[in-house]
């Protein structure tokens, strides 16, 4: 519903348009037959229908990451961003941190960044596994929830908030050398710059960093669930996506805080909808 009033409020038209507006039609008419009528996923009525409801929001994010990337120039011109503007709070806040660190670490450094970095690809999707086979739906449900919100405000905003990001547009500032773009690593730096520079990161949704928004739900429901056994970890591996997506240059730092109220906001959101208690029940 989100995707099809910016696609008719665009000011640049989309082809083929009735083709986009069907898919929406039918994507939303099952997420409210899903809402109004869970039972008839829930009780099993057809083989694997529980599996479908409970995984399709998070599958669904995944391919609506992929429609946003066509929504970048919904309401802006294909050259008009927000990183000059971003990069110039940075210089005033923060000093830089996305130009600068990387400078400062040795290939070990970036490979343990790049490391945490990618581990975002698997850290919520692993809990959604865990709560599952454990058969804490309402838990599960929650968490995919907040994560699925998170998601939302964020490919809604890249429309919004266009910005390129530091990796690009520290060298279209010339602040950067293009020398300079990719980083010296091991295994894991040239699997996440592939993915980053080669397959499907947007080159204008860096704002708000949805990575961020998503540790904070990560980092909420490892305490939740395990207490600070399994809090502490998850706050480790929180913190070091924080710092590798500054440190790679995928992020600016207010990118990552915004992020990190967005992530706030859909925890408390999941909890009041959900009924959560929001404090650790082991």
């Known amino acids: 519903t989100v995707h099809t009033v910016l696609v008719l409020k ?8 009735a083709r986009i507006l069907a898919v929406n039609a039918v994507l939303a008419a099952y997420f409210l037959f899903s809402i109004l009528r869970p039972e008839f996923f829930l009780g099993e009525l057809f083989p694997g229908s529980k ?4 995984w399709s929001p998070v599958i669904f994010f995944w391919w609506a990451y992929m429609w946003s990337g066509h929504m970048l120039r919904a309401f802006h011109p294909p050259t008009f961003t927000y990183d000059p503007q971003i990069i110039a709070f940075e210089e005033k806040w923060f ?14 450094v970036t490979e343990l960044m790049q490391f945490f970095y990618f581990t975002y690809f ?5 809990l959604g596994l865990y709560l599952h086979y454990h ?42 050398s293009p020398s300079e773009q990719r980083q010296k690593g091991y295994a894991f730096t040239k699997l996440v710059e592939t993915i980053m520079y080669d397959d499907v990161a ?9 990575h961020s928004s998503t540790a904070v739900v990560f980092l909420f429901w490892c305490w939740y669930i395990w207490g600070w056994e399994g809090g502490i970890p998850a706050l480790i591996i929180a913190c070091g996506m924080w710092l590798g997506a500054i440190y ?8 990552i805080i915004v992020g990190a109220l967005l992530g706030i906001a859909s925890v408390l959101l999941a909890g009041y ?7 650790p029940v082991s």
Do not use: C, N
């Open 248 to 255: 790679g240059r995928y992020h600016y730092a207010l990118d």
């Open 10 to 17: 665009s000011e640049y038209p989309f082809r083929p348009l």
């Open 135 to 176: 058969q804490r739906i309402e838990d599960f449900q929650a968490m995919t929830f907040a994560t699925a919100f998170g998601y939302l405000i964020s490919y809604t905003f890249f429309a919004i908030t266009p910005a390129k990001g530091p990796r690009w547009a520290l060298i279209e500032a010339g602040l950067l």
């Open 122 to 126: 698997f850290y919520t999707f692993g």
């Open 273 to 279: 909808i959900f009924q959560q208690s929001l404090v």
């Open 95 to 108: 000093g830089q941190p996305s130009l600068w660190w990387a400078r400062k670490g040795a290939p070990w």
């Open 202 to 210: 947007h080159k204008g949704g860096a704002m708000p960093s949805a």
């Open 51 to 54: 599996i479908i409801f409970l």
